[in-house]
């Protein structure tokens, strides 16, 4: 920007022309450019002391991506970081959407996040690059891309700065592709330097937390409690066990010339001592040894020799010189073969006064031999790795834990709103105008359950159940519940759509061919077995959570009486759906007219059965399974204005 500015400069004399009179005017366009240029570089210098005076990193990126929208004249802007751990994309901030993960290789900014290079297109539907799955998500039409990496002060990819849409414009202009690269230099900087004032600042909380644990090492020399207090804000701001460990080899090979260790852990549920690190100069010197000992597990029992004395003693074992006589348990001896052990230290890793594993040292390089004050400082440091330790399998617990209550919790709710509900701690009841409601029942079920035992009867149950509900995820649908023998799924919600019609009836026309083709096996083996009966209808209902120590999420209204009518007036293996879904889904699927037909406490109602897809729109004979035409026609509907 600043270099096209000081270009301008030499095109000055071009601002005046001459009339036919000899008189000097002056040349609009050349003035409304340097008016434009003045404006642009006046709004990158306000943004700039926006951008620096902030550290707090989430409002940081905020305030960037706004002033990037209304600087680039753009329809709106993302943000994307660079995930290294698993090779991701994923944006900090995007404006109308919520978060978006995609693989480094993908898409356009995937491709300037791995090559540096800028890319500016006129529309993105013509570049092989751009990856329309948003589009077609969210019925958003994506045209001018302006999308360029955002770099670090060591000049590394740290993430991309993407603009959509040029507002006042076909595509973003060379002038835009200055400002945004310098708008990017300076973001690349401030999001360094927020991130670390953030991790300072975390970093200084947590050292005062534990400043009163660590008080009982206050006797020790001003230069090791430096030390130690420096490695133990190092390793405690880490989570995985694998980042501790990197960071305790490095320590001690640092300040100990110890380059050989090993990290022993007691697996408290199987009873046995597993080994869980081995640093690299260990692993080079094993040879055939090294498969042995990295798959090592041996019992927490006295067979396990000086692993098992640590362990149950709580005491370190230094042994200064090995004689190979001694040596008596199988542990011991592939230690001693695969280790060339001279001498080593084990040091058990305690917490709360149980022994939790035990560091091993030894050297490869040379002989070790330590003093009584290095073995105390060794121990001394070995309590903060246990601590660390200990901390991270907290961790993996906690992830653990909350990995299976989401999981729990996505089983009985839907995914929008179970987010909603961990966010806000309830979910806001939603009036939906349009839901296609589906409804099953087993026909002759009750007989058939009498014959059956209990164990049999869950098994048949679940079986159906289980392949209904992936019937069900693969369509779009919601499942909401089941009731004995009945199954409820409903289409359009949480998520708005204008295919559920659709998806609905494909939803049936699968439930009922899975069903049939079970029929002739229970059939062919000479058992009785149910008949499904379905009913769908379209209408409105009020959709919620209802529940606090379980939840169910539900819908009410007079859309699902309706449709559960619709079940209860088809026949066994018949798909019936009322009027109002027939006239939404005639183009799609071939219908039978059945007229007016009772219903219980309804009246008579126009209802229909649905047979088959149409002719023209399926690809077997059977007209169960759609061809391209009818995609497209989906397509269609799929992207049109509500």
């Known amino acids: 920007m600043l270099e096209k500015s000081v270009s301008n400069q030499a095109a000055l004399p071009q601002l005046l022309k001459k009339d036919a009179s000899g008189r000097l005017t002056i040349r609009s366009s050349v003035l409304q450019q340097l008016v434009s240029e003045s404006s642009n570089l006046s709004r990158l210098?306000?943004?700039?002391?926006?951008?620096?005076a902030e550290l707090d990193l989430d409002a940081l990126l905020g305030v960037i991506m706004n002033t990037v929208t209304e600087v680039m004249h753009a329809d709106r802007s993302t943000l994307f970081l660079i995930d290294r751990e698993k090779e991701e994309l994923w944006s900090t901030v995007a404006q109308g959407s919520e978060e978006i993960r995609i693989k480094l290789s993908e898409g356009i900014s995937g491709h300037v996040a791995t090559t540096g290079e800028t890319v500016n297109i006129e529309d993105a539907y013509q570049d092989a690059r751009f990856s329309r799955d948003y589009d077609l998500k969210t019925g958003y039409r994506t045209r001018s891309i302006l999308c360029m990496p955002i770099h670090d002060q060591a000049g590394e990819i740290i993430g991309t700065i993407q603009v959509l849409n040029k507002l006042d414009g076909d595509r973003f202009a060379e002038t835009d592709v200055q400002l945004l690269g310098a708008f990017a230099s300076l973001a690349g900087i401030s999001l360094v330097n927020a991130r670390a004032f953030d991790e300072l600042k975390k970093a200084r909380d947590f050292l005062e937390v534990r400043v009163e644990e660590r008080t009982r090492d206050l006797e020790e020399s001003r230069q090791e409690i430096q030390k130690l207090n420096e490695f133990t804000l190092k390793i405690n701001a880490l989570s995985e066990l694998d980042e501790i460990v990197r960071e305790v080899f490095g320590f001690i090979d640092e300040n100990f010339d110890i380059d050989g260790t090993m990290l022993i852990l007691a697996n408290f549920d199987q009873g046995e001592f597993v080994v869980s690190h081995l640093s690299e100069s260990l692993q080079q010197v094993m040879g055939e040894h090294l498969e042995s000992l990295k798959s090592l597990r041996t019992p927490l029992s006295p067979d396990a020799g000086t692993l098992w004395k640590v362990y149950a003693e709580k005491r370190r074992l230094y042994l200064s010189r090995i004689p190979e006589k001694e040596i008596t348990a199988n542990v011991d001896r592939l230690f001693y073969e695969a280790l060339d052990l001279k001498a080593f230290l084990m040091v058990p890793l305690i917490i709360r006064g149980e022994a939790i594993g035990i560091a091993c040292f030894t050297s490869v390089r040379k002989r070790m031999q330590l003093s009584r004050e290095e073995l105390d400082s060794i121990g001394r440091f070995c309590n903060?790795?246990?601590?660390?330790?200990?901390?991270?399998?907290?961790?993996?617990?906690?992830?653990?834990?909350?990995?299976?209550?989401?999981?729990?919790?996505?089983?009985?709710?839907?995914?929008?709103?179970?987010?909603?509900l961990k966010q806000k701690g309830s979910v806001t009841p939603a009036s939906i105008g349009a839901v296609s409601v589906l409804f099953t029942d087993f026909v002759g079920f009750t007989g058939i359950a009498e014959q059956m035992s209990p164990w049999e009867l869950i098994r048949e149950l679940d079986g159906c159940f289980s392949q209904f509900d992936e019937i069900c995820r693969r369509n779009g649908l919601e499942k909401l519940k089941t009731i004995g023998d009945a199954y409820m799924a409903a289409g359009g919600l949480p998520v708005l759509n204008n295919t559920h019609p659709v998806d609905a009836c494909l939803t049936a026309l699968e439930l009922l061919a899975f069903m049939e083709g079970l029929q002739q096996i229970k059939d062919q083996m000479g058992h009785n077995f149910w008949r499904l009966r379905i009913g769908v209808h379209t209408g409105p209902v009020t959709a919620g959570v209802i529940g606090k120590a379980k939840f169910a999420y539900d819908i009410w209204g007079d859309a699902v009486n309706i449709a559960s009518r619709m079940e209860s007036s088809s026949d066994p293996n018949r798909i019936n759906i009322s009027g109002a879904t027939y006239e939404l889904v005639k183009d799609f699927f071939a219908c039978e007219y059945r007229g007016k037909v009772a219903a219980k406490n309804k009246g008579e109602m126009d209802m229909y059965f649905l047979n088959r897809i149409r002719p023209e729109l399926c690809e077997d004979e059977e007209g169960k399974i759609p061809n391209q035409a009818f995609r497209q026609l989906y397509k269609e509907i799929q992207t049109a204005l509500k």
């Open 45 to 52: 210098v306000g943004a700039t002391q926006s951008i620096m």
């Open 384 to 420: 903060q790795i246990a601590g660390a330790v200990y901390n991270s399998s907290l961790y993996e617990q906690v992830k653990q834990e909350r990995a299976r209550a989401e999981s729990l919790l996505l089983s009985i709710l839907p995914e929008q709103v179970a987010t909603e």
